[in-house]
């Protein structure tokens, strides 16, 4: 299992926001980790895969703030700035058990958060970037008894 670290350190892109939310920090959270609401207080913390209350992910922080901070989260869409480099597209992401990290392999608690997906390049020739699409992991298909 290895963590998806940043291209350039504190710096992810938001190329598109389905849904995000705006709180207070409860920590010091750095672009692009992962997050999930504390239970208490309602702010933005730190995720990880240690455990089912730790691994509520929410989305992934959009940039770098202090506790006390308001911070923006994406919880569905598309983000750049991540090291993609050795996974495929398709591959899946997951919540690492470090603290606000991503990996590309499953943590103690199998929480998938996205996928890698191309992102169509501006220079013709040149091959397509590596984009994380965030997809929330509570978001199940009910099946609603229709007919076949």
Known sequence: MADIELVVENRVRV???????????GDSITAGQAVRIDGETGRFVLA????????????????????????????YGVMDGYDLGDLDYGDPVYLSDDDGGLSDAPG???????????????????????LLRIVPPRTTVVDQGGED
């Open 15 to 25: 190329v598109e926001s389905i849904e995000q939310m705006t709180l207070p920090a």
């Open 48 to 75: 990880k895969a240690t455990d089912a209350t730790e691994a509520n992910f929410y989305g992934t922080a959009t940039r770098s703030v202090g506790a006390g901070e308001a911070l923006t989260a994406i919880a």
């Open 108 to 130: 103690t608690v199998e929480v998938q958060v996205g996928m890698v997906i191309p992102g169509t390049s501006p220079v013709l020739g040149k091959p397509y970037d590596k």
